[in-house]
């Protein structure tokens, strides 16, 4: 497991932003990176998690990716409830909704991501591939990234 990796999986160290933007001051981190707060799907309770923006293919439109996997628990719950609260740059508490997107557009949403920010891209893609790799062959999917979950917020509230 890769430095990175381990990182993603420190709970203390990913879920330090989430007091800043708390706190009202999520705008210090800048707009590529959001918090994204959701619903527990078995227990109902708010659930908060810092994500990194992938994409905004709209001015009311972010996308996001599950760098883990289908399992997170942020990614699994707002599959069951997409109303969603959105806090990004100054904006905060922006009411959304969460759509999965087809492999095909999320394929192309990382593509756009990679070309982007090149440096971030090389850094995240081995986490990425790390489980991507062998659950797109289990899948008989020859593209990894097509297993990867990508999801669209589309923002309601100006």
């Known amino acids: 497991m890769g430095l990175v990796t381990r990182m993603l999986r ?4 990913v879920r330090a932003p989430i007091w800043l933007y708390r706190a009202g001051l999520g705008a210090l981190l800048g707009d590529r990176l959001l918090m994204l707060q959701h619903r527990g799907r078995t227990t109902g309770e708010t659930r908060f998690v810092v994500l990194e923006v992938v994409g905004r293919p709209s001015a009311d439109r972010l996308v996001v990716a599950s760098g883990l996997g289908p399992r997170p628990q942020w990614y699994r719950n707002v599959v069951v409830e997409p109303r969603v ?3 990004v740059g100054r904006r905060r508490d922006v ?5 999965p997107l087809d492999p095909e ?3 192309a949403r990382l593509e756009e991501y990679a070309a982007q920010h090149p440096a971030a891209w090389a ?3 081995p986490v990425v591939s790390e489980w991507a790799e062998p659950l797109g062959a289990a899948r008989g999917e020859p593209d990894w990234r097509r297993v990867v979950p990508v999801v669209e917020l589309r923002l309601l509230d100006g």
């Open 123 to 125: 850094a995240l893609r």
């Open 10 to 13: 420190t709970r203390w160290l």
């Open 95 to 99: 009411r959304a909704v969460a759509e």
């Open 85 to 87: 609260l959105v806090s």
């Open 105 to 107: 557009a999320g394929v």
